[in-house]
């Protein structure tokens, strides 16, 4: 594991140094501010902020990996061109990547919330907010460095990890509504559960709704899964799904990146 802390250190500070990791930080930072001082009231700071962390944190991700991996190909041909096991030089990567990522989340909303201290009535939809901001962060980075890892160039690869995003974030949501108008006469509650946890931007979604208790916010899957299972056994299992969001991909990368030949 040695040589995975060393090359986690190198991408680390390399994206550290990046101006767009400080771009990302301060934009999420100056959104937050602007949405808890003009909005008026804390719930629906909370539910804006939201919206913008679970779309902008999945497509962040997604492209600085994409784009980190591809730019770093000829580093990663002289590391696999030594005598070490390529899951650690991946793995190394990935972490890497993915933890600047998630800390330009968390420093962003923390620099926001300082400055909006006296807008603030709780602190618990915050703490789900940043952690479900860093799941986002992880579980993109671990998607984004499978599609990459798993295609034979620079343009096929970017576009895949576009199109996995807009998938999630848009398509998704158009494709369950339809299942729920055409089977509107059955009962889907169930399925609606199945699909909820599917998708890691709506269990986010849903995963900060349980903490605001705003069922009308929720929608017909999240309304189903907070009364199906209850605000505590719901955050429970979101919780669990989206740590195996982040190991899944992670570990069927590691797989692919073995066998790949580069």
Not at 33 to 62: E, H, Q
Not at 100 to 123: E, N
Not at 137 to 152: E, G, N, P, R, T
């Amino acid at each position: 594991m040695r040589l995975t802390w060393h090359i986690f250190k190198f991408v680390f500070l390399d994206n550290l140094r990046s101006i767009w990791s400080l771009i990302y930080a301060l934009f999420l930072a100056l959104s937050t501010y602007a949405l808890i001082y003009f909005t008026g009231s804390f719930t629906r700071a909370i539910v804006s902020i939201m919206n913008i962390i679970i779309l902008v944190a999945p497509l962040v991700s997604s492209m600085m990996m994409s784009m980190y991996y591809f730019n770093k190909t000829d580093f990663l041909h002289l590391m696999l061109a030594q005598p070490v096991r390529r899951s650690q030089v991946f793995l190394g990567m990935y972490l890497g990547v993915s933890i600047t990522l998630t800390l330009s989340v968390l420093v962003g909303l923390l620099l926001g919330l300082l400055f909006s201290l006296q807008q603030i009535d709780a602190i618990l939809p915050l703490i789900t907010l940043m952690v479900c901001g860093g799941f986002l962060s992880m579980i993109f980075s671990a998607l984004a460095l499978l599609v990459s890892v798993a295609s034979k160039d620079k343009l096929r690869g970017i576009g895949l990890t576009l199109f996995v995003w807009l998938f999630m974030a848009v398509i998704y949501d158009g494709l369950i509504l339809i299942y729920f108008i055409v089977f509107s006469e059955y009962p889907i509650e169930q399925h609606a559960i199945v699909l909820s946890l599917l998708n890691p931007i709506d269990l986010s979604r849903i995963f900060i709704m349980l903490q605001l208790d705003i069922s009308a916010l929720l929608g017909y899957s999240g309304a189903v899964f907070q009364k199906f299972f209850g605000a505590g056994q719901g955050m429970l299992i979101s919780a669990v799904s989206l740590v195996l969001w982040v190991l899944f991909p992670l570990l069927i990368m590691l797989r692919v990146a073995r066998k790949r030949d580069l």
